[in-house]
């Protein structure tokens, strides 16, 4: 028997949002130190980057998954959590990762007000990807 890894992946993705973005709703002061931890030098922290790896890593298994299904197990919410979110992340990565600029602009967000209105229109995302994690 093989494990489900692509609901693996959905629901750790889902899970990692959630928190998240309750993490900027509920302690946007500490949340604003986060990211200025984990954005504001010239390097990413160890713990940054090995997050990165392990969703990394849980992606290529939950793509190796989806790849190993026959022809009608693989859902429309299926392509979307293999292809779309990575597509998403590529976008993400290039304006805010592996932009100074963008890191600049991330790291400097300081008033809890502004963290906890991007916390809370985060939220619908984990929505939508419990919904993929669940139809895929």
């Known amino acids: 028997m ?3 890894w692509l609901t693996i992946f959905g629901v750790s993705l889902t899970l990692l949002a959630a928190a998240t973005s309750l ?4 302690f946007p002061e500490r949340w604003g130190r986060l990211e200025a931890w984990a954005y504001g030098g010239a390097r990413r922290p160890w713990p940054v980057w090995a997050l990165a790896g392990l969703l990394l890593a849980l992606w290529i298994l939950g793509a190796a998954d989806f790849a190993l299904r026959p022809d009608t ?5 299926g392509w979307a959590l293999v292809a779309g979110v ?3 992340w590529a976008v ?9 600029r ?3 602009a991330l790291s400097s967000v ?3 007000t502004t963290w906890r209105w991007i916390g809370l229109t985060r939220l619908p995302i984990v929505g ?6 669940w139809s895929s």
């Open 73 to 77: 197990g693989r859902t429309w919410a």
């Open 2 to 4: 093989t494990l489900p």
């Open 23 to 26: 993490g900027m709703v509920l």
């Open 102 to 104: 963008g890191r600049a």
């Open 110 to 112: 300081s008033d809890p």
């Open 92 to 100: 993400k990565s290039a304006a805010l990762v592996f932009n100074p």
């Open 86 to 88: 990575p597509a998403l």
């Open 128 to 133: 939508v990807l419990a919904l993929l994690t």
